[in-house]
């Protein structure tokens, strides 16, 4: 697949979950150290302030940081502005853009909360995601903003990674 592709399918108004990983490869090198990162993940850097935390691309394996200069990150972990990323694979940029979260900001477990709202009579399905202590406080925290009418479908601890379909594509998942 070439990137010029995977651009077109990874550029996407819809959120994508970035995991904690513990740990990613490093090397040694004469201008400092070299991450070698898992792709789709992150990683906290307490000690390089302002860069917070680093992110490996889901679509190139790009290095991307987050700085506390440019970047703000809630208590849901939700990045903002949405991220794009800077790399390039055989001098094409990326082009992923996309607002992230970095799940397991904080200690607690990052939760998605699928539900259906009406808006003007028609229902809309709709994706949220919160920091929480356990399902049932995912839940309170919900039902706190949104005291419009609306349906759950379910809340559940958030999984995201990247895989190949049988026809080369990579989907989110």
Request: hydrophobic share 35%; with cysteine.
């Amino acid at each position: 697949m070439n990137l010029a592709s995977a651009t077109t399918r990874l550029s996407s108004p819809e959120s994508y979950v970035f995991t904690r990983s513990l740990e990613w490869a490093t090397k040694q090198t004469p201008k400092g150290v070299e991450y070698r990162g898992i792709p789709g993940s992150w990683i906290p850097l307490p000690k390089h302030k302002p860069v917070v935390a680093l992110i490996c691309c889901p679509a190139c394996n790009g290095m991307n940081g987050i700085s506390e200069q440019v970047h703000s990150i809630d208590r849901d972990g939700k990045v903002t502005p949405e991220f794009r990323c800077t790399g390039t694979v055989h001098g094409i940029r990326c082009g992923f853009a996309r607002p992230i979260y970095l799940a397991k900001w904080g200690k607690r477990t990052l939760y998605a909360v699928a539900y259906e709202r009406v808006i003007q009579g028609r229902a809309s399905a709709a994706i949220e995601y919160m920091h929480a202590d356990d399902q049932l406080d995912a839940q309170r925290q919900f039902a706190a903003g949104h005291p419009e009418p609306h349906h759950v479908a379910g809340i559940a601890p958030v999984v995201g990674y990247f895989v190949e379909d049988t026809k080369g594509s990579k989907l989110s998942v």
